[in-house]
């Protein structure tokens, strides 16, 4: 019981990973406008959702989405970025999202471009 306690004492509890919950693309012939939706525990400027990025089917990152600040109040909450360009040939992308302490980790979305 001493262990687990001193254990507990030296991680602080944090939020989970971020997760993608719902992405919206507009767009066609290789520009695009992206909607999406994350949620996070955010807990203030120490521990809340940075970014979420779109990545092409072969693991490179084709945009990021940076997040400002921490949306302890807003939850889940959805940010856009247009003008993202897709290499001719990818038909389907993946977006994850970021937070301070873990980085990428949590749920993540596959979409098709329309």
């Known amino acids: ?9 030296a991680y602080p509890a944090y939020g989970g990973e971020a997760d993608v919950l719902e992405v ?11 909607e999406v939706t994350v949620r996070h525990t955010d807990e203030g400027w120490d ?11 072969d693991g490179e990152v084709l945009a990021t989405r940076e997040l400002a600040h921490p949306h302890v109040e807003e939850q889940p909450f959805t940010r856009s970025l247009p003008n993202v360009e897709i290499p001719d040939g990818i038909s389907e992308v993946s977006v994850r999202a970021r937070d301070s302490v873990h980085g990428y980790g949590g749920e993540e979305i596959t979409v098709e471009l329309p």
Not at 24 to 34: H, K, W
Not at 47 to 57: I, L, S, T
Request: charged share 10%; glycine share 12%.
């Open 47 to 57: 521990h809340y959702a940075n970014a979420w990025e779109v990545v092409g089917p």
């Open 24 to 34: 919206q693309v507009n767009g066609a012939e290789g520009l695009y406008r992206f």
């Open 1 to 9: 019981m001493i262990a687990a306690g001193l254990l507990a004492a």
